[in-house]
């Protein structure tokens, strides 16, 4: 990596391995071919988008051995590859992410924050974030992003009815006095800003416009994942800005 960056997050890594297919949005077959050799087992993606670019057959992915009573499959797919770099599939880590970015206070604006609550209602959604700072309230959701062309990191890479919803209730937070923010976690260090993916969700794009025009902030964050001999490193790069 070129740029100065900053450790976020180490997630466990169990195993190599080459997609064969997704029969759906949550299960992917791969032919794991390290450590034990060739052998076929089915693996939980956990999101839901297309991923097209990153999820397809006979690419290159990293997988990370999960147990769980209710659990269908024995493995998690943690990241797959695109071009040289490998990018973070897995939405679960999403959280611990965005909470380094706030307690680390990477967003200038939300440096003197004195209190940071997860998951708070507002409206007819459940938000990532409700900060609070001397008597100030900031709402905040949290987007994860993989898709990248010609260097501009992209979202939705589906349409997505609940991710509009989200914004919606972003415009009706300044609407009603309080402050709001997206957070874009981007996750392709090919990226060099970010825009709504007007092509796949035009629903959405509209939606993210008409909220930049009422004052929602947005802040795309660039990271970067970084496999090692057990476990890959995701790395905080830097702020992207909005695409011209």
């Known amino acids: 990596m ?13 195993a190599e391995g080459i997609l064969v297919s997704r029969p759906n949005r949550f299960l992917g077959i791969v032919d794991i071919v390290q450590p034990m050799g060739s052998k076929t087992e089915k693996v939980h993606i956990h999101d839901p988008g297309r991923l097209t670019d990153i999820l397809y057959p006979g690419n290159q992915v990293l997988l990370r051995k999960a147990s769980g009573k209710n659990r269908k499959t024995e493995w998690d797919l943690i990241a797959g590859k ?25 967003i200038e604006s939300l440096e003197n924050t004195e209190k940071i609550l997860p998951e708070q209602v507002f409206g007819e ?3 990532d974030y409700l900060l609070e700072e001397a ?41 009603a006095g309080d402050k709001a923010m997206m957070m874009l976690l981007v996750f392709r260090q090919d990226a060099h800003c970010f825009t709504a ?20 902030t947005v ?25 011209q």
């Open 135 to 175: 008597g100030h309230r900031t709402w905040i959701e949290v987007k994860g992003c993989t898709l990248a062309e010609n260097g501009r990191a992209m979202f939705p890479d589906a349409p997505t009815a609940r991710g509009r919803r989200h914004v919606e209730e972003l415009i009706k937070v300044v609407q």
């Open 82 to 106: 695109a071009g040289d770099d490998f990018v973070l599939t897995h939405s679960g880590y999403h959280r611990q992410i965005s909470m380094w970015v706030l307690e680390n206070r990477i």
């Open 2 to 14: 070129t740029h100065v960056s900053r450790h976020v997050l180490d997630i466990p890594l169990d």
């Open 219 to 243: 802040h795309p964050l660039s990271f970067a994942f970084v496999k090692n001999d057990t476990f890959g490193t995701i790395y905080f790069l830097r702020i992207l800005s909005l695409c």
């Open 125 to 127: 959604s459940r938000l």
């Open 197 to 216: 993916h007007g092509r796949i969700d035009p629903y959405f794009a509209a939606a993210f416009k008409h909220a930049l025009k009422e004052g929602v």
